[in-house]
C-alpha cells in the first residue's frame, strides 16, 4: 500500500517536500511516479524515478522547480517542491510500476495529498 504525504497550505514562492512511503514492499523495486490532479483538469505526469539507475524525468511544469529522490533506508521517495506557484495547486498522488515514464501502467496507487498554493 502506497501513501502519499506532506501537502498542505503554502503561499507563493513557498516549499514543500511530498513524501511516499510503502507498506509490504519495497519502493526501490520500482519505478515511482508522481501526478497531479486539478479540479476540472486531466491528471498530469509531474515527475518520475527509475528503480534501476535512478534517472529522474520532469514534466514541463515542474521541471526546475521540483526535484524527486529516494531514501531506501527509509522505503521512501520525496519530491522536493520549490518556488511553488497557484498553478501548481491539485491533489498530488504517487504511484508504483514497473517501467520509467509517465505514459507506463503504474500498478499501485496512493490516496493523494491536496497541495494549495494561496497567498
Known amino acids: 500500500q502506497l501513501q502519499a504525504s506532506g501537502g498542505g497550505l503554502v503561499r507563493p514562492g513557498g516549499s514543500l517536500r511530498l513524501s511516499c512511503t510503502a507498506s509490504?514492499?519495497?519502493?526501490?523495486?520500482?519505478?515511482i511516479g508522481w501526478f497531479r490532479q486539478a479540479p476540472g483538469k486531466e491528471r498530469e505526469g509531474v515527475s518520475c524515478i527509475s528503480s534501476t539507475d535512478g534517472s529522474s524525468y520532469y514534466g514541463d511544469s515542474s521541471k526546475g522547480r521540483f526535484t524527486i529522490s529516494r531514501d531506501d533506508a527509509k522505503n521512501a521517495v520525496y519530491l522536493q517542491m520549490n518556488n511553488l506557484k497557484p498553478e501548481d495547486t491539485a491533489v498530488y498522488y504517487c504511484a508504483a510500476g514497473p517501467e520509467f515514464g509517465f505514459d507506463t501502467i503504474y500498478d499501485e496507487w496512493g490516496q493523494g495529498t491536496q497541495v494549495t498554493v494561496s497567498s
Open positions: 509490504g514492499f519495497a519502493l526501490n523495486n520500482y519505478a
